[in-house]
């Protein structure tokens, strides 16, 4: 770590700062989050797709446009926010700002998301067997020096008391480009993941509930890859659990 950095950390721990804003925060703040972000911050806390958990803006129940399109090879999902703007700024600042210290407030905010879940949902038993954070391709992971959902993962897995394995799930290549249209981004992801050989062999995912670790859940080619891997090798079902969603727009448009 360079020299001005490391000043820079000690005068300006980054807990006290919001992680959105940057407003002066102090370090009792929930999430790292100033008061207004805290507010503004858009919640999926009214009605979510009962598949994939994306927020359904004006419909009140049932499946999202992209569900009602497409079904999915896990079978439920849970998020905390839907990603706009405001929402965006820290889950960038972990992926591509060295911000790694971020992971932990994210990671508390899905983690207590989770528990609400397990009380409300399931009696209060934690429905799952491993947590598994979606991989980076090494390539990434050698230039980033951290994967984002491994650092949001170990929070989960902290605060359920949940295992966390990272040498199950493998990618073997990275997806070519983001963004396009919802077939070339599945075109693009088909075959990235996959169960490494030894994790395969050994039956460890054999009738186990999974927990499939995202930061962010667009039309999920992504966590659809995942599953399809941990569900080939054995596994019973796999739910998803990201930071934040994308809106609920017919395909074609996003
Ligand atoms: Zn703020
Ligand atoms: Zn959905």
Known sequence: ???????????????????????????SREYML???CMKKFSWNTGATCECCGKALGRARAGLCYNCMEKSHEFE??????????????????LK???????AKALGQMLCDRLAKAVESEYDGVIPWDIIIPVPIHIS??????????????????????TEMKTNILLRKRTAAKSG????????????????????GKSGVLRNKNILLIDDVYTTGATADECS???LSAGAAKVHIAVIATGSNYHSSSS
């Open 34 to 36: 100033c008061d207004e």
């Open 1 to 27: 770590m360079r020299i001005r950095e490391t000043i820079e950390k000690y005068v300006f721990p980054p807990s006290l700062y919001c992680m959105s804003c940057g407003a002066i925060i102090d370090s």
């Open 180 to 199: 396009g249209t919802v077939q070339r981004r599945q075109k693009n992801i088909e075959g990235a993941f996959a169960v490494s050989d030894e994790a």
């Open 140 to 161: 990434r992971l050698l230039k980033r020096g951290y994967n984002q959902t491994e650092l949001i993962g170990a929070e989960v897995s902290k605060g359920l008391g």
């Open 96 to 102: 591509h700002g060295e911000k790694a210290y971020i």
């Open 76 to 93: 439920k999902g849970y998020s905390c926010l839907s990603y706009g703007s405001r929402e965006k700024a820290p889950i960038l600042g």
């Open 228 to 230: 399809h891997a941990l």
